[in-house]
Nanobody, 122 residues
Framework: QVQLVESGGRLVQAGGSLRLSCAAS????????MGWFRQAPGKERDIVAA????????YLADSVKGRFTISRDNAKNTVYLQMNILKPEDTAVYYC???????????????WGQGTQVTVSS
């Protein structure tokens, strides 16, 4: 089992920045690819960003390219999502997730956190 706890979500004005963190515990963090997903009210949960276990492979959804970055610190068992130039349409619950295997750009993750709310006001 891998336990994931997200933090960093809050209310922010459009154009602002936030950094989300996801702390992992349980099995060896560096064995897992990590992803960030988001779900807005009435919408499906979508992948936002993902990073391979080594950090060498990264994915960003088109909607966040140029504004968001994903990184990880395996020594701290933590994955981050730096979000800049936030827009009201970025408002959602953000979840981190972990999966083993090769693919990172997928919805099929094995372990999920409880989510953190990000609200962007216009």
């Amino acid at each position: 089992q891998v336990q994931l706890v997200e933090s960093g979500g809050r209310l922010v004005q459009a154009g602002g920045s936030l950094r989300l963190s996801c702390a992992a515990s349980g099995r060896t963090f560096s064995n897992y690819n990590m992803g960030w997903f988001r779900q807005a009210p009435g919408k499906e949960r979508d992948i936002v960003a993902a990073i391979s276990w080594s950090g060498g492979n990264r994915y960003l959804a088109d909607s966040v390219k140029g504004r968001f970055t994903i990184s990880r610190d395996n020594a701290k068992n933590t994955v981050y999502l730096q979000m800049n130039i936030l827009k009201p349409e970025d408002t959602a619950v953000y979840y981190c997730a972990a999966r083993s295997g090769v693919t990172i750009q997928t919805s099929q993750y094995d372990y999920w956190g409880q989510g953190t709310q990000v609200t962007v006001s216009s």
